[in-house]
């Protein structure tokens, strides 16, 4: 079952959406996060920041994610080179 939205505008004592001749009414582009397929929709810039504030959160997380990986790498990294080190300076001082 679809829900079908009524167009009334909160912002305009809920009268019918002016659509194109309101300054809020604007264009999507993008990928469909499920599908992977091109989308171009147009709507209220209202009743889009739901759906781009939970994209947002998406790629925050993603972000996180990236920066939690690099940083788990160069600890590695660094014990690996404080271990090399160490035994060059236990190697010097034998």
Not at 11 to 31: H, R, V, Y
Not at 32 to 42: F, K
Not at 80 to 94: A, D, G, P, Y
């Amino acid at each position: 079952m679809k829900l079908e939205v009524k167009q009334n505008c909160p912002l305009n004592n809920f009268e019918p959406c002016k659509q194109f001749d309101c300054a809020w009414f604007m264009k999507i582009s993008g990928t469909h996060p499920n599908t992977g397929e091109p989308t171009d929709e147009w709507g209220c810039s209202m009743a889009w920041l739901p759906v781009l504030l939970i994209e947002n959160a998406q790629q925050s997380r993603q972000t996180g994610a990236a920066v939690e990986s690099l940083r788990n790498k160069m600890i590695e990294e660094q014990s690996n080179l404080v271990q090399f080190i160490s035994e060059s300076e236990i190697k010097r001082l034998k």
